[in-house]
């Protein structure tokens, strides 16, 4: 017998919906107030098991912690998958090609705050790096083709991105280095291998030293 | 477990053997000055305290405690509002008890089921049930295999009895019954003058299935939240979404969940229809739902149908997908103060009421030229017109409008902290001065300043996806189903013993004794039993009855003379025995059933 079904929840399910992973710094009682999901977070936006459900997500408060950057050894690099996809402009664009050049690839969507918030600092490394043989590639996620140009208007973006809406791209990395949460940013080596992945919004500092290092062929 | 669980020192001789005396009414054991070794007192002391403490947590009695204490400990994630169910209500409790709120987040009252204190509780409940259900299941192991006592004396003392008297020696006819006994299929024990024989070890077998089953459920609902996953999407028609974390709208995964282990497939949903009953009492009522979604198992993998409807799950690789909810997502497309269409994509509302599914969400336009736009509407799919206040009537988009407040400055999203996609934080916003009107879709808003302008182009449906991983579930199934199994087994199945004595009369000829005995439940059943047993053996033997005896009585009778009968016959030197006729063996295990 087919029961009528009600869906009392559904507001709260999906009042949930297109969070991303936000680290702040703490700040005094609210952070002492939430210590309770602190340690939640930090676990999801460490890189392990993600917690996107926590107070920094329901849009009053956020959680403390701090980036998560993982930086994987010369010999301990995974292989990157070969992604190919179109760009926000139409383009078809493939990783492969890129081989030979240190690529940052960024997953982002126009919707997500830490990402916004890092545009600028995406830009502004990837201009700085140009001549170094860096490529920055982003990855637009859950998001709509006019509200992706028109934040990429707005930060005057200068790198390609290529549209996931069914998210086939993060889905590559699955077996690699997952991107865990919005934003992610992971470095890749020359010889198109993972050398990096900063989780959360990233800042100058360490992005560049990052891009720097890998650029450098250090480990 | 039924066995001693008081403190040692009004324990049994065991106990009081390995820790003399420490009593907890006395506190903690006599001092020093009464032991020659102080240390190795100490020792015994300590260890007789922790046996102590070991046998007051496997009982069944702190199992129940704990139990209900489970119970009660979840009361609070009902009238709470709890962070993994519904953040938005908790973020409201922060807002309206500001003093309050931070004292139980503290306290973990806001995600009860992950707290520490809750924690606490199932974990001493499990070692309880484990350190009961385990040393028990080792003794029933052990008395599954044990051999019958040897037999009593005096067996007319036993609840039901014979005797009679045949010209066979004793020997020839011990042995002859215990032919006829071991061809019935009991186990036999064999002694000059006497056979002792036992029928009903599957009872013990169904006991101990059950118990083994017990733990293996406890240990499966523990795979499942290790290794298990739960998670949540929203799917506009015409989306796809892959089962990776940064596709899902909420993602809650077991303690050693990556990632990387998430199953690699991906829904697209191509249509989602609702239908409503549209007249009658019941006008308005959903009569179906059906999502109808193409999947594949994994990148690259041929794309295939399925109808996804309510209790009607899409399974894939081990993980079941299930539709929880639909509404509407209205499309908008907005236009900047520059010209640029800056906007243009459905956005879920979120249904507030069912009767007319009253949706609210809002739109955010952080990219609009000058100022970054807001809108926080209300859609409607029949609206109606009640009293001079827009109403919706039915659920279905007969008449679909939306009413938009706009919002012109600053959304808080360039800053970095994450906001929810379905509120706006007014603080930098201000309201612009539109003249509230219903749009039809094709209309539009004309923002004042050239701020820009919205259109509401069209409505889409939505579905939410609810993602559930659960590998300890076939496990818990199979070990539900061994333990109730097991369960009725030993329920179904009496343990009874037919004891059969031989001795030479004084007068000449042999007198046969037959004693029988139910080991458990109430005899019902065994009487008739034994009577044609004991005919069948006397039969064999040629035997015939002497005056005065004969097949022995009422239950009432059989319970004391199975007191007496104990008492005489010092069944005592077999503990294994006591235990399993102890009354209490029932109890016991439907206790254990309790206490899962």
Sequence with gaps: MFRLPRFPRLAAHAARARLACSLRQPNGAAGAALSAVIALALAGCAGGAIAQDTAASNGTSFVAGSYDTTVYARGSRPVAPDVKGTTLGGRRLSLGSYRGDVVVLNFWGSWCAPCRAEAPTLEALARHFRSGGVRFIGVDIQDSPAAAEAFEHTFLISYPSLNDPSDEIALAFRSTVPPAAIPTTLVMDRSGRIAARVVGQATYATLGRLIASVAAGAS | ?596
């Design chain 2, 1 to 596: 477990m039924t066995d001693v669980r008081v403190p040692p020192g009004s324990g049994s001789e065991e106990d009081v053997r390995a820790a003399p005396a420490p009593s907890p009414d006395a506190g903690p054991p006599p001092s020093a000055e009464a032991r020659p070794a102080f240390s190795a007192g100490l020792r015994l002391a300590v260890t007789g305290w922790l046996r102590w403490a070991w046998r007051q947590l496997t009982s069944m009695r702190t199992a129940l405690i704990l139990l209900f204490l489970l119970a009660v400990a979840s009361v609070p994630g009902s009238v709470i509002p709890q962070q993994g169910i519904d953040p938005a209500a908790v973020a409201q409790y922060y807002t309206a008890h500001p003093a309050l709120a931070p004292i139980l987040a503290r306290l973990s009252l806001f995600s009860v089921f992950g707290a520490p204190w809750f924690a606490a509780i199932y974990l001493l409940l499990f070692v309880s049930l484990a350190g009961c259900v385990l040393p028990r299941t080792f003794r029933l192991a052990g008395s599954a295999r044990q051999l019958p006592p040897r037999a009593p004396r005096n067996l007319s003392r036993l609840p039901m009895s014979a005797s009679y008297r045949t010209s066979l020696t004793p020997a020839e006819a011990v042995g002859s019954a215990a032919g006829l006994l071991s061809g019935k299929g009991f186990r036999l024990n064999n002694a000059d003058g006497w056979v002792a024989a036992e029928k009903g070890y599957l009872r013990e077998v169904g006991n101990l299935l059950f118990h083994i089953a017990l733990l293996a459920l406890l240990g499966s609902v523990g795979i499942g939240g290790i290794f298990g996953y739960k998670a949540d999407r929203l799917l506009i028609s015409g989306q796809s979404f892959a089962n990776t974390p940064t596709a899902l709208d909420q993602f809650r995964p077991g303690r050693l969940v990556t990632p990387g282990d998430l199953q690699p497939f991906s829904v697209t949903l191509d249509r989602f229809t609702a239908h409503y009953i549209t007249s009658g009492t019941l006008r308005g009522q959903p009569s179906s739902f059906d999502a109808s979604v193409r999947y594949t198992d994994r990148p690259g993998a041929p794309a295939r149908g399925f109808l996804l409807r309510v209790n009607h799950p899409l399974s894939v690789d081990g993980v079941r997908v299930y539709l929880i909810g639909h509404g509407y997502a209205p499309v908008f497309r907005v236009t900047d103060g520059a010209g640029r269409v800056v906007f243009d994509s459905p956005v879920p509302f979120i249904p507030v009421e069912q009767t007319g599914l009253t949706s609210e969400g809002v739109i955010k336009v952080p990219d609009a030229d000058p100022d970054q736009l807001g809108f926080a509407g209300v859609f409607l799919p029949t609206a109606v017109d009640v009293n001079g206040r827009l109403q919706s009537a039915f659920p279905a988009a007969l008449l679909p409008r939306v009413s938009l407040v706009s919002y012109a400055g600053n959304l808080g999203l360039n800053s970095g902290p994450s906001q929810s996609v379905y509120q706006l934080d007014l603080a930098h916003l201000r309201r612009l001065p539109v003249a509230p009107r219903p749009l039809a879709p094709g209309q539009s808003i004309k923002l004042p300043g050239h701020a820009g302008t919205l259109t509401f182009t069209g409505y889409r449906q939505w579905a939410s996806l609810a993602i559930t991983y659960d590998p300890g579930q076939v496990p818990a199934l199979i070990s539900g189903i061994i333990a109730i199994a097991g369960l009725l087994l030993s329920f179904a199945v009496r343990r009874r013993r037919v004891f059969v004595r031989a001795h030479a009369a004084p007068d000449g000829g042999t007198v046969v004794d037959i004693g029988g005995l139910a080991r458990s439940d109430a005899a019902g059943g065994f009487e008739t039993e034994f009577a044609s047993l004991a005919a069948e053996i006397m039969a064999s033997h040629g035997g015939r009855q002497p005056a005065g005896t004969a097949a022995a009585g009422s239950a009432d009778d059989g319970g004391s003379e199975n007191a007496r009968y104990g008492d005489d016959a010092g069944y005592d030197d077999d503990p294994a025995d006591n235990y399993l006729s102890a009354p209490a063996d029932n109890e016991s295990a439907l206790g254990h059933d309790e206490g899962e």
